[in-house]
């Protein structure tokens, strides 16, 4: 069966980066939309980004100019580069993936990673 795996997450000071990357196996990766969403402890999972099959991305107003989503077909992976990080994206993070069309809705996907958590502290 498909499945995701995060990996990368950390706990940085604010202005820091992190990447993190998500393995992809079951399926080739560029046979899919992927994902990016965040949830906050107490809150509802907030979309953060996503890219499309032929590479188009799509980012939430509040990370963009500060992400940036990519992905390697070869390698089977899903990236997101995290740049001037604040202590408002503290979150877990998860990747998702759909063999259809891309949105910001979580519904939209079938697949999901097991999540890596990000901590930035002031």
């Known amino acids: 069966q498909v499945q995701l795996v995060e990996s990368g997450g950390g706990s940085v000071q604010a202005g820091g980066s992190l990447r993190l990357s998500c393995a992809v196996s079951?399926?080739?990766?560029?046979?899919?939309?992927a994902a990016w969403f965040r949830q906050a402890p107490g809150k509802q999972r907030e979309w953060v980004s996503y890219i499309s099959r032929d590479g188009y991305t799509s980012h939430a107003a509040s990370v963009r100019g500060r992400f940036t989503t990519s992905r390697d077909n070869a390698k089977n992976s899903l990236y997101l580069q995290m740049d001037t990080l604040k202590p408002e994206d503290t979150a877990m993070y998860y990747c998702?993936?759909?063999?259809?069309?891309?949105?910001?809705?979580?519904?939209?996907?079938?697949?999901w990673g097991q999540g890596t958590q990000v901590t930035v502290s002031s």
């Open positions: 079951g399926y080739s990766s560029s046979n899919y939309c």
């Open positions: 998702a993936a759909s063999r259809w069309g891309c949105s910001s809705g979580s519904s939209t996907y079938t697949y």
